[in-house]
C-alpha cells in the first residue's frame, strides 16, 4: 500500500514568490492534515480537513496561506506571497476515521525562502 | 509556556545502551499519548500510541504514561545504530494532536 505522497520534495524560491505543494493521502483516509514542522521543532497542524471540509484552519496564516481538497481527496497548499520565515518542511499527512489516533505522514516538501 | 515539553537532548548512546526520553505535559485533556521517530529528511513515524496510564511494551520499545504527574517517557533497550533519529512525543485531546520539539538520539556503534 503507497503511503502519503507528497511533492515537491524539495523547492528553493524567492521572498515574494508563490509555492505550492501536493499530496495525496492514503487511500480511503477521510482526514487529511497540513502540519509545518520549523528547524529543531515539532509539527505544528496548519489545516486539517475531514473529507472536502476544512473542519480546523485556526492556525493556518490566512493572509498568505491557502488549501484546498478538491473531491475529499489530493490536496494542495499555497503560499503567496511566499517570506523568509516560511522557510519549513511541510508535511501532509492522513488518517482513517476508524483510527484517528494512527496518523500517517509524507516524507514532506522541503522549502527554503531566500 | 508550551502544551508539551521535551527533554532536548541530543542524546549520544554506545550501542546496547538503554535510552530514556522524557516529557511533561501541561494539558489535562489530553487522553491520547504518541511517541513517532523521524529519521533525518523524512516524516515521522509512529512508534507506539497508549491510552492509559502504565506501560506499553512492544520489543525494545517500553512507554510508559503517568496522567497523574502529567510525564510520559520512552524507553528503547538494547539500542542500535539504526535507532538514531529524532523522537517526538505527542499527545492528543478531542481536538488536536501537539508535538513536542523532539529528541536527537544518536546510537554509536
Known amino acids: 500500500e503507497a503511503g502519503v505522497v507528497q511533492s515537491p520534495r524539495y523547492k528553493i524560491i524567492e521572498k515574494k514568490q508563490p509555492v505550492a505543494f501536493w499530496c495525496n493521502p492514503i487511500?480511503?483516509?477521510?482526514?487529511l492534515y497540513w502540519y509545518r514542522q520549523n528547524l529543531g521543532q515539532g509539527p505544528e497542524l496548519l489545516i486539517r480537513?475531514?473529507?472536502?471540509?476544512?473542519?480546523?484552519d485556526s492556525q493556518l496564516p490566512k493572509d498568505r496561506f491557502s488549501a484546498e481538497r478538491l473531491k475529499g481527496v489530493d490536496s494542495t497548499l499555497k503560499i503567496q506571497p511566499a517570506e523568509l520565515g516560511d522557510s519549513a518542511v511541510y508535511l501532509c499527512?492522513?488518517?482513517?476515521?476508524?483510527?484517528?489516533?494512527?496518523?500517517?505522514f509524507g516524507e514532506g516538501s522541503w522549502l527554503t525562502v531566500v | 509556556q508550551k502544551e508539551v515539553e521535551q527533554d532536548p537532548g541530543p542524546l549520544s548512546v554506545p550501542e546496547g545502551a538503554i535510552v530514556s526520553l522524557n516529557c511533561t505535559y501541561s494539558?489535562?485533556?489530553?487522553?491520547?499519548f504518541m511517541w513517532y521517530r523521524q529519521y533525518s529528511r523524512k516524516g515521522p513515524e509512529l512508534l507506539m500510541y497508549?491510552?492509559?496510564?502504565g506501560n506499553k511494551e512492544d520489543g525494545r520499545f517500553t512507554a510508559q504514561v503517568d496522567k497523574s504527574s502529567k510525564y510520559i517517557s520512552l524507553f528503547i533497550r538494547d539500542s542500535q545504530p539504526s535507532d538514531s533519529a529524532t523522537y517526538l512525543c505527542?499527545?492528543?485531546?478531542?481536538?488536536?494532536?501537539?508535538f513536542g520539539a523532539g529528541t536527537t538520539v544518536t546510537v554509536r556503534a
Open positions: 497508549t491510552y492509559s496510564s
Open positions: 499527512a492522513s488518517s482513517h476515521r476508524d483510527s484517528g489516533n494512527t496518523i500517517y
Open positions: 505527542a499527545m492528543r485531546d478531542d481536538y488536536k494532536l501537539s
Open positions: 480537513y475531514e473529507n472536502e471540509e476544512a473542519v480546523d
Open positions: 487511500s480511503g483516509h477521510n482526514t
Open positions: 494539558n489535562s485533556a489530553f487522553q491520547y
